[in-house]
Nanobody, 120 residues
Framework: QVQLVESGGGLVQPGGSLRLSCAASGRTFSSYAMGWFRQGPGKEREFVARITSSGGSTDYADSVKGRFTISRDNAKNTVHLQMNNLKPEDTAVYYC?????????????WGRGTQVTVSS
């Protein structure tokens, strides 16, 4: 079982920056791939960024490439999302995700989310 708690959301002006954090419980954090997803008003949840368990590889949605950076610290059981040059369309609830596959078993956990609002 992994529990995820997001923080760092808030209100920011267009062009501004925010850094989201996700703190994970448990001793097996380093075995999970981690990701960030978001759900804007009236929209479905969508993929934002992911990072492999070792942190050696990352992937981003086209809409955030070059502006967002995902990173993780396995010693501190945390994953971060640095968001720069924010746009109003980035307004959403941002969710942290942990997932892994071990043989026939699939594990998938979600945090409760943190609100990001980009507005002048």
């Amino acid at each position: 079982q992994v529990q995820l708690v997001e923080s760092g959301g808030g209100l920011v002006q267009p062009g501004g920056s925010l850094r989201l954090s996700c703190a994970a419980s448990g001793r097996t954090f380093s075995s999970y791939a981690m990701g960030w997803f978001r759900q804007g008003p009236g929209k479905e949840r969508e993929f934002v960024a992911r990072i492999t368990s070792s942190g050696g590889s990352t992937d981003y949605a086209d809409s955030v490439k070059g502006r967002f950076t995902i990173s993780r610290d396995n010693a501190k059981n945390t994953v971060h999302l640095q968001m720069n040059n924010l746009k109003p369309e980035d307004t959403a609830v941002y969710y942290c995700n942990a997932n892994k596959v071990e043989g026939p078993d699939r594990y998938n956990y979600w945090g409760r989310g943190t609100q990001v609002t980009v507005s002048s």
